[in-house]
């Protein structure tokens, strides 16, 4: 059986590591439109509208909305256990940024590739911003 795992380098924004299944939209997100109690995404005609982020490795074009209503957001997951397991963004602008920090949702950028090119839906990631590195399983993560 072919080894389906591809290794890129990162660059770290939030310290940390997680992994599981990957969500990615190249939508902005606006965390306060996601429903703290599941971690569905609930804005209307978002990409990712109904799916959970909860515990999975959210690949991200940017965030969108103040930084109270963001801060928010990421504060009521964060509260319930219900953040990705990390984030890989295309482009970390301040308001993301500084939520993410508030709650240490783990957080990368500045893949080796386009992040919208490796990394697709039901992908199995591991994010590892500590090492700047991010390991990718296209359609799962077979049992060792």
Excluded at 2 to 31: L, P, T
């Amino acid at each position: 059986m072919a080894n389906n795992k591809k290794v890129y380098k990162c660059r770290s924004i939030v310290r940390g590591s997680g992994a599981g299944e990957a969500v990615v939209s190249k939508d902005a997100m606006c965390f306060y439109l996601t429903d703290p109690t599941t971690g569905t995404v609930i804005e209307r005609n978002h990409a990712i509208e109904g799916k959970s982020i909860s515990g999975k490795v959210l690949v991200l074009q940017s965030g969108k909305g103040s930084s109270v209503v963001q801060a928010d957001g990421f504060y009521q997951l964060w509260v319930r256990n219900n953040l990705p397991a990390a984030i890989i963004i295309g482009v970390p602008e301040p308001v993301i940024v500084s939520s993410a920090v508030m709650v240490g949702a783990t957080m990368v950028d500045r893949l080796d590739d386009d992040p919208f090119e490796a990394i697709a839906d039901g992908d199995y990631v591991e994010v590892d911003a500590d090492a700047q590195e991010v390991r990718v399983w296209k359609g799962g993560k077979a049992a060792d």
